[in-house]
């Protein structure tokens, strides 16, 4: 039996284990709870986690358990249960799933951008990916209703579709590269559009802001608005490199004879080339902004600014929030 491993002095089971104010720091923590192999492991197995890590932090750790198991539960409970409610999340919503699920489906559109009907089918398909992630990834501390869901999803399939159809209707006569790039467009209309829909009551009502040592100071709309457009950011850019530079590669493959006698394997490739991508860009897009994101108290709302004034004085220079994902 292997010994019981002394936990180190300090340990704590929910601080991440790479510097979160550095972007390689980032990375290393989203490329460890994004890893896709992870939605490959059974329920029992994800359940053992979250017992060992609410374990953990009762203080409670079974015999024999080893500092690499503990993290090991770690990474299993982020990438499959909320992090505000704690509840197991859908596979298919799970940011881990972000690799597989994104890449049969960029890897579709970008192979069937030349009819209207296959543009309208895929984008569809993409924003009710895209809804299920942005619902299961939702802030559970700002609760919203069923028909905020569905206003948010019908305008953002909206916005695609009117983007992917207009412009593609408008690059008929165009040089084919820029055809190609339609996709691309549509989905970053999209997310300008879905993600605050999808937030819109962190922006009616503004999100919980706190001081260094996480005591709450009150709720900002302003602080919703940059968390939110920061990871409109990151969704656009998660995207960006295989939508943009995989139709040039494409493009210049097709010309070869010998792709033009295996144009059947022109759909698998491009989903094996987006897959690529996204491996080391979803990672990469959540970590380009910190997850716990600051505010400079003057640029806080005059109100609830001239509130922590008159209680703190000017010992709270910035303020903190979860910017979410």
Same mark, same amino acid.
């Given at each position: ?85 704690? =509840?197991?999340? &859908?596979?298919? %919503? #799970? ?6 699920? +994104?890449? !049969? ?106 001081? =260094?040592?996480? &005591?709450?100071? %009150? #709720? ?6 940059? +968390?939110? !457009? ?96």
């Amino acid at each position: 039996h292997a010994k019981m491993a002394t936990i180190p002095l300090g340990f704590n089971i929910d601080s991440p284990r790479w510097d979160q104010s550095t972007f390689v720091g980032r990375l290393k923590h989203f490329l460890n709870i994004t890893d896709p192999r992870t939605v490959l492991v059974p329920e029992e197995e994800l359940d053992r986690a979250k017992a060992l890590v609410e374990g953990c932090r009762a203080g409670v750790v079974p015999p024999g358990s080893s500092w690499e198991q503990l993290l090991y539960a770690k990474k299993l409970y982020d990438s499959a249960f909320h992090p505000d409610s704690g =509840e197991k999340m &859908n596979f298919v %919503g #799970r940011m881990s799933f972000q690799v597989p699920g +994104g890449m !049969a489906i960029t890897g579709c559109m970008l192979q069937f951008y030349r009819t209207v009907p296959a543009v309208v089918f895929w984008q569809w398909v993409n924003q009710s990916f895209n809804a299920f992630v942005n619902y299961t990834n939702r802030n559970a501390a700002s609760p919203i209703s069923l028909r905020q869901i569905g206003v948010a999803y019908v305008t953002a399939t909206g916005a695609a579709l009117a983007t992917a159809v207009g412009l593609n209707l408008y690059t008929k006569r165009a040089p084919p590269l820029l055809a190609r790039w339609v996709p691309f467009a549509a989905v970053a209309a999209a997310n300008c559009v879905n993600i605050p829909m999808m937030r819109q009551q962190e922006i009616i009502n503004g999100i919980t802001v706190t001081d =260094e040592n996480n &005591n709450e100071l %009150g #709720r900002s709309r302003r602080a919703a608005v940059k +968390g939110i !457009a920061q990871v409109v950011l990151s969704r656009i850019t998660m995207a960006a490199p295989g939508m943009i530079i995989l139709p040039i590669i494409m493009e210049r493959l097709e010309k070869f004879t010998f792709m033009q006698r295996i144009r059947f394997l022109h759909g698998p490739l491009q989903v094996l080339l987006c897959g690529g991508f996204l491996l080391f860009m979803v990672p990469a897009a959540c970590a380009l902004f910190p997850q716990r994101c600051s505010l400079a108290l003057a640029d806080l709302e005059l109100e609830l600014r001239d509130s922590i004034m008159a209680k703190h004085g000017d010992k709270v220079p910035y303020v903190y929030f979860n910017k979410g994902l």
